[in-house]
């Protein structure tokens, strides 16, 4: 279920996500590097050496649209129309990832990298982790709504 954000948690996504939304093409590489399956379904990326792909224009393509995401949904507020707006953008993301086939069990291996990437790149606590815990809960359980073929 979706569990609301308390507003300070909402602040807590959004000022830590500042510190590293521009290092799109490092979350990307970070991502791909801890798991080579997520590489994989990428067809301009597959069975291409990581570290000469890092550095090409279209990684860096690739890597703005998808941790993009990110950023727009820690910009909406987490009221009403935020909420709304970002379910909008996040059942997008579930049609198109569901019509490619990717499992929850990889959206999973990205939430983890994700998390490791942040713990390591900007000021981590306790409350920084439960707030981005919280925050990921609702967006995955939107999500894999999504990627079931049952949108909420
Ligand atoms: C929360 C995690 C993720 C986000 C925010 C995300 C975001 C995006 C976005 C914005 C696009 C381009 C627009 C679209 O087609 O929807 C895209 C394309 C794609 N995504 Fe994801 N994605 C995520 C997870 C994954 C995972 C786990 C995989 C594979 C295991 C994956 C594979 C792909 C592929 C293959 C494409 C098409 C790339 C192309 O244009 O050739 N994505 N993703």
Redesign the pocket.
């Known amino acids: 279920d979706l569990v609301p954000l308390v507003d300070d948690q909402a602040i807590l996504i959004r000022s830590s996500w500042d510190e590293v939304k521009h290092n799109e093409v490092d979350i990307l590489y970070a991502?791909f590097k801890a798991?080579p399956?997520?590489q994989?379904?990428?067809?301009?990326f597959a069975g291409k050496d990581l570290d000469s792909i890092k550095t090409t224009g279209q990684f860096a393509v690739?890597a703005g649209?998808?941790?993009?995401?990110?950023s727009e949904i820690s910009a909406l507020q987490p009221d009403e129309s935020g909420i709304s707006a970002a379910k909008t953008l996040i059942n997008?993301?579930g049609?198109?990832?569901r019509g490619?086939g990717?499992?929850k069990a990889?959206?999973n291996?990205?939430?983890a990298s994700?998390i490791t990437y942040l713990s390591q790149n900007v000021s981590w606590g306790d409350n920084v982790a439960q707030a981005w815990e919280k925050g990921f809960n609702n967006?995955?359980f939107i999500?894999f709504n999504a990627l079931d073929g049952t949108p909420i």
């Open positions: 991502i798991n399956d997520i994989a379904r990428f067809p301009q690739h649209r998808i941790v993009g995401v990110f997008a993301l049609a198109s990832h490619r990717i499992s990889q959206f291996e990205f939430r994700l967006v995955y999500l």
